[in-house]
């Protein structure tokens, strides 16, 4: 892969404003965040976070508040399942991405930081 120095990459927009990502001598080097992670679906490559669709134990899918905490982190194959408590209620959504990184290193993140809101779960850096 040839080296890309003091390169740009990755303009994404949140938010509505437009904000450009620069990563160091290669893009493999580069630190990712949880909020940057992407899944090819067709010609396209989409962020998987903010999750967009959470279940709860009655099969209801809502959005919830990111003011949730992390509750549980479960491993199934190539994907993570979450699951998170807000309002004495447990709600789960899952992750699958287009690696890297591996999936173990998203679980350990996650894994070490349960109990924090989602809210800030995509800036969490995924070595």
């Known amino acids: 892969m040839a ?3 003091h390169a740009y990459a990755n303009v994404i927009r949140r938010k509505g404003q437009e904000r ?7 893009q493999q ?6 909020q940057d992670l992407r899944r090819k679906t067709g010609e396209n490559r989409l962020l998987i976070w903010p999750l967009r669709v959470w279940t709860s134990h009655g099969g209801d899918s809502f959005a919830v508040s990111h003011h949730a905490e992390l ?16 309002d004495n209620r447990e709600h789960t959504g899952i992750l699958e991405w287009d690696p890297p990184p591996a999936v173990e290193a998203v679980e350990a993140v996650l894994r070490a930081h349960l109990g ?3 809210g800030t ?4 850096k995924v070595d």
């Open 3 to 5: 080296r890309l120095e």
């Open 71 to 86: 509750a549980r982190v479960r491993r199934i194959g190539d994907r993570l399942t979450i699951a998170v408590k807000y």
């Open 121 to 124: 779960l995509g800036d969490l």
């Open 29 to 34: 080097e580069a630190a990712m965040q949880i």
């Open 20 to 26: 450009e990502k620069k990563f160091g001598e290669t």
């Open 116 to 118: 924090i809101e989602i």
